[in-house]
């Protein structure tokens, strides 16, 4: 009974939900109705005022309708008259050719052999021009070559024929050109020193060949038209030639000048000094020239010893007595000092002077013979050291440019020339030494010799 009656309830209370739920969709039924109705009227509304307007638009076009046939009307009459107009000038331009090309060649016909002399006269120009733009002249006499062109490109553009002035100028100028070729004259002009400072200075021109100023050599920028001091100047046997022609009065003077326009005066001053050519050696280039310089000083130290050495045995050899200020001398004191001695123990006596006179007379042989070995070793090292440098730029930047293996390069090869450079005269003055060490020795065990036989010989006799 108790499930029945929970039953009716729940299906109570669903048909109560469902009467709300009705209730609540026929009002907003209502409200969506009034909605669209507005929506219709205005509609409705906006369809009449178009349609009036495109009324009044048609109404518009149909007036402007004659308009526009009266413009396109006038437009196709323009267009027919164009196009008479065009074919009366091409007619015209047809006739006219055929005028211009009968009038060329009765120029050509009175032109005759002017023709062709008119084209040489353009190419001279054209020649001329380049080659007072590299002359060192144009330096002094500014404005030829820009006569020249424009009277060149004048000629090769237009018909326009030279004139009797202009032709008179081309034939003044190439004269001017080979006057000036031959003499040697002084002018004032800016020069650009190697600072960069600009200077006033007073340039002597050597023909067409170089520009001096202050015992320098100068150059010649055709591009900027400005005269500039060589950074590096050649060797001084050729500045020492400067200074004798600015000081000449009109004499005969040896000048160093460049016959092909610079180019053997500017490789000429790329060249390396000798300081710059040892620095290219590097490390171990300095070390070669210290020890060839030891080398040098022990030698000639050495040998102005021996010298005065051998010039005391050989006054000692014309003197009966014995002086200590040589080795012949110490040596035949032993004579004196030991006269009862026999024969083998004097014999002993003189050996041991004449070994205690070694290590004298040869001191330093044996660091200079050192030395001359040891520098073209050094000189190898640094050939190797150089090479791998060489071998090591190759490897990062390959073969394309020269200039990155000219260090390593200039290393191998200078320091194998700084090592036979020491080692050649150091063999030399070892050389020398050895034979003026040995000939004193000579003398010493000869004289020795002379006083044993001797005391042999008045041992024999008693």
Known sequence: MKMKFNSLVGKAIATAAAVLMACSVNAQDNERAIDLDALLKQLEDGKFAQSE?????????????????????????????????????????EQNEFKLADLNGALDNRLGSLKELFGVLQQVAGDTKNKFYNSVISAQISGRA????????????????????????VWFEIQREMTESGKVTKFTTEVVEADGSKVS????????????????????????????????????RFLSSIDDLES????????????????????????????????????????????GAIGFVLAIYRLIALSITQAKVNKQLKSDSFSSNNPLGRVMQVRDKYPHADTESLELHLTEAILGELPKLGSFLTIIKIISVVAPLMGLLGTVTGMIITFQQITLFG???????????????????????????????????????KNIVYILQEQASGVIAERAEKTASK
């Open 53 to 93: 307007q495109n009324k009044q638009r048609e109404a518009d076009f149909a007036a402007r309708s004659a308009e526009q046939t009266q413009i396109l009307r006038d437009t196709l009459a323009r267009r027919d008259a164009m196009l008479r107009d065009s074919e009366t000038l091409e007619t015209e331009f």
């Open 399 to 437: 073969t394309g440019d020269p200039k990155l293996m000219a260090g390593g390069i200039s290393t191998a090869l200078v320091t194998t020339v700084l090592g036979l450079v020491v080692a050649i005269p150091t063999t030399l003055l070892y050389a020398i030494l050895n034979t003026r060490n």
């Open 201 to 236: 200075k007073e340039v002597t021109r050597v023909g067409p060949f170089a520009l001096v100023a202050d015992g320098k050599y100068l150059d010649y920028d055709s591009v900027t038209e400005t005269v500039s001091e060589l950074v590096r100047q050649p060797q001084d």
């Open 146 to 169: 820009e006569f020249l062109d424009e009277m060149a490109q004048s000629m090769g553009n237009s018909s326009k024929l030279a004139s009797i002035e202009e032709i008179e100028r």
């Open 248 to 291: 000449s009065n009109g004499d005969l003077i040896g000048f160093g000048l460049d016959p092909t326009g610079g180019s053997i005066l500017g490789l000429l001053v790329q060249a390396p000094s000798l300081k710059e050519r040892v620095e290219q050696g590097g490390l171990v280039g300095y070390i070669i020239l210290i020890v």
